[in-house]
């Protein structure tokens, strides 16, 4: 175990400045890590509000045990520390407690994507108008394109998805829990992984079924949290109509029929500029191919949602969107569902090895 001085020393070595807090500081910011604290519980552990004593509002992350070497956990904090960008969380420092691992984030004031859409209390007051998804779509687009194209190494985040979205006080988006998947280095992997994690419903195709990783996989998850922004509702929902179900399949039909816009959220009572919403669809489609190759770039993809997006494109390509079935491709597998809603996969009958 590192002394705490060295630790420091090798935080001021690199630019960044993660603060290394002590644990204890952050048991009683947190009323000792108390349930009234929780915000909730993710795939790599729980999440507590804090208040420091400057009066500072931070939330506390306590990672699930990871193999990782202290070292290296210190220098993918340095990482992360570093990444400034409006449309990511962003992180202060951590701390270390035996073998506990704790990550200190700013606190982002609106919960998350997920809640303001469908997870409310109260469902009957609309949160967000098209005004707002609209700029949550184009502020994510950003973030992911700061993400996979501007840092280096770049990061595939892994899990997009409507929880890991977080509103600050504007409700502009910010991304959560970037840079958590090189936590865990056992899990990531260029080529291929044969542990798949990640969430039902927003896991691409190629991931899913052979453990290929590329940023086409945030493309796609991306696609799937599009469709969700317009529709306000969940990729799968079972208290639907049976052709309702899958989101993505809903969608595929409705595009067959000619009918997209019947996927626009009711409530917001016809209240959308139609070019947005059909730009915001289109794009959508482009991200679920099938065919990662055929995915656009996050960059391209916020081109298209601000200038538009060329038609042809657009009915030449959504052709193979649901070449494999969803329920196909679960059939490969073996699912197990933790007890947060994400999933965690093993492959059975299609090992890449
Ligand atoms: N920095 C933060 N500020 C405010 N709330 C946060 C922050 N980070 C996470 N949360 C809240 O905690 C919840 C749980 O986070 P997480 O453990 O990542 O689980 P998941 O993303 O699977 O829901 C998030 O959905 C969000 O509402
Ligand atoms: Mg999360």
Redesign the pocket.
Known sequence: MLAFREIQKEFAKQQVQPILYSYNVLKVATKDFHPSNK?????????Y?GILLDGTH??V?LLNKSHQQVSEFLNEIVLMTGVRHKNL?KVKGCSLQGTQRLIV?????N??L??ALWDRPIKSVLLLDWTMRFNICVGIAHGLIYLHEYLQPRIIHR?I?A??I?LDKDLNPKI??FGLARLFPEDISHLSTAHIAG?MGYLSPEYATLGKLTEKMDVFSYGVLLLEIVSGRKNIDLSLETNKIYLLEWAHSLHEQDKLFDLIDQQLNNNILDDEAQRVIDVALLCVQTSASRRPSMSHVLAMLLNGVDMEDVSKETNNIHEMEISNLLGFHHVVPNN???VEIELSTLDPN
């Open positions: 915000l909730g519980e993710g795939g790599f552990g729980a999440v509000k931070v939330a992350k969380v984030f700013e606190f982002v004031e919960k998350n997920a809640e899990d998805k929880s890991n977080l959560a829990d969430t947060h809603g994400n």
